[in-house]
């Protein structure tokens, strides 16, 4: 007989190695053409067990070079947003709807987002996180609302499989518009204010 740690501690190395095939399979993924243009899939990193899930866009030239989610410009700018509001980049995981750079930058094809999605999908499963914030209008249209204006629903808290998902402005729109500073600061404070229940502190 296991006692309950022993349970729990199996279950989570379950979770870890799903989540490490999930991986190996991207890595060997050409599903669409976007794997032919990059360098390397940029699959997430982070906490196998994190409560807090952040999903992007897509990798950028910066993170196509080194194989990890935001790292570049916008990247900085998230670790201080996380930063600000007192949370570990390494407590949370991140990553992106799609998981290959699209050349050039441009904005995935619906299509590319059909053929990588079922990569987050499962990624949310085995992490199981209690929160997951959409970085910018693809992560929310693809998890919360094919429809939605990220200006219209940012900041509000939508319940998906028992999971709080919020929006909000991507940093690289950020870093383009400082008047998006403002609410994105208010929509990381009510993560932050969740976060800290969600984890009893
Ligand atoms: N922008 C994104 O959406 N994701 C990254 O990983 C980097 C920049
Ligand atoms: N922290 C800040 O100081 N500003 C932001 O926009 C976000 C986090």
Not at 58 to 80: K, Y
Request: one cysteine or more; hydrophobic letters at 35%.
């Amino acid at each position: 007989m296991l006692n309950n740690s022993e349970v729990s501690s199996r279950q989570h190395d379950d979770q870890a190695s799903k989540l490490n095939d999930l991986m190996n399979t991207a890595l060997g993924c050409s599903q669409c053409n976007l794997r032919s243009s990059c360098s390397q899939v940029v699959f997430g990193e982070g906490n196998p067990r994190a409560r807090l899930m952040l999903v992007g866009e897509a990798p950028g030239g910066d993170e196509d070079r080194l194989g990890r989610p935001f790292v570049g410009r916008a990247g900085q700018l998230l670790d201080r947003i996380l930063k600000a509001v007192n949370i570990e980049r390494e407590e949370s995981y991140i990553t992106n709807v799609v998981k290959c750079r699209p050349s050039a930058n441009r904005l995935p094809f619906q299509s590319e987002v059909d053929s990588c999605r079922p990569y987050l999908v499962k990624q949310i499963e085995y992490i199981n996180p209690g929160i997951v914030v959409c970085l910018g209008a693809l992560a929310t249209r693809t998890l919360i609302d094919r429809k939605a204006s990220i200006t219209r629903i940012r900041g509000q808290w939508y319940k998906k499989d028992n999971r709080r998902v919020i929006a909000t402005f991507h940093p690289a729109a950020l870093l383009r518009d400082p008047g998006k500073k403002m609410p994105v600061w208010e929509d990381f404070k009510q993560v932050r204010d969740y976060y800290n229940n969600d984890r009893g502190g």
